[in-house]
């Protein structure tokens, strides 16, 4: 039987179905108790700090960037590397993104980078803790103390990793956290400011409670959108549903999972959707899963330990890089191999799903070209792939991947096309 394994995997409650009915039962769908709790959970994680919900991970960071009130086309720093939405968003508020560039071993924003492109008119800096992995924090804080700037931390792929012993989000000055389906915490949406000062985080919490309440149809429409997401990349679904357009997709040079994301264009006016409150389904979900994080970065770190201990026996692999002083929660597992195109391709036709890029070289991205400047270390970073490692995959189903990229590497590029579908065929 054909075999199919997406690059994506959801965390799901198992009794996600019975919380949302409770909540509907009691009349809490919308509001109720279970945002201040999930809230004040959500604190106590993070050192005491102010945790404030919102509709996305970005709106936390556009209350963020609002209520710090800085002149209009002040500089906010971003890393080249990074999704288009978070600089987008400081664009939306009158604000000009500069773009710094990454390290192509960790994928983070590089301090020597973020040093040179300061000016007089920066005023805040926002490294991405990208695919689970936190920054070199101490070189970043350092540098920010010198200059005056502010320090939002973007932990949208990285809940529950830790720098020197200490949480990322606790690092800088504030933190936005995202809980979109395939995000360390899933509640199908909504995010999470949380914020040093609690000058500052109670004016986030004012934007945020100044917003409407979702309607019972738009919060169930939510819930039915993650649900049908979550559904559609297991593997017994995968298979017969997304897998064959990719496979076909693969012969004539096509990118269909492109429309699995949201369009890259201005933001200003904010799409109404954005303009929500969190609501107290997902709160209560929230709460449900932080009682299960541990447990799952644990089955992502194993995963991700498996993937290096194997893939490292392969000549070419450049495996992900942990430094000592911090943990990766592996919300992706990022790696360079040979001959990218040729392997994702080769890998597709035996069922492995594998990613070219997760997030964007904002550099290159028509929308910021008039901010671009060269950024050769997000280039470079861009040609890596990421494996699947998600907590909810086995052993057995690792040792699969594995060996399909090892028979993937075993056709050279320059085969014949009848040698390459022969090698296809092979693996599936």
Known sequence: MLRALSRYGARVLPNTQQLAAECARRGELIEGPDIAAFEAAFSRLHEGRTAVTASYGRMAFYYILKALELPAGSEVVFPALTFWVMPEMARVLGLRPVFADVDPTTFHMAPESLEQVITKRTRAVVPTHLYGLPCEMDAILEIARRHGLTVVEDCAHALGAQYKGRAVGVLGDAAIFSFQTLKPLNTYGGGMAVVREPELGRKVAELAMAEPWPTAQQVRKRLLTGRIQRIVIRPEVFRWTLFPVLYAASFVGARPDVYLWEQIRSLDPLPPDYRLRYSNVQARMGLEGLKRLNQWTAASQRNAALLTEWLGRIAGMQTPVTPPDR????????????????????????????ETLHVDVCTRLPIFQRYATPAPGADRASLAVQLPAYSDLGEEQLRWAVGVVQRALAIPSGASSSERRAGDRSGV
Not at 341 to 349: M, P, Q
């Open 327 to 354: 943990t990766h929660v592996f919300y992706q597992y990022c790696l360079y191999v040979p001959d990218r195109d040729g392997l994702v391709r080769r890998c597709i036709r035996r069922g492995l799903d594998v």
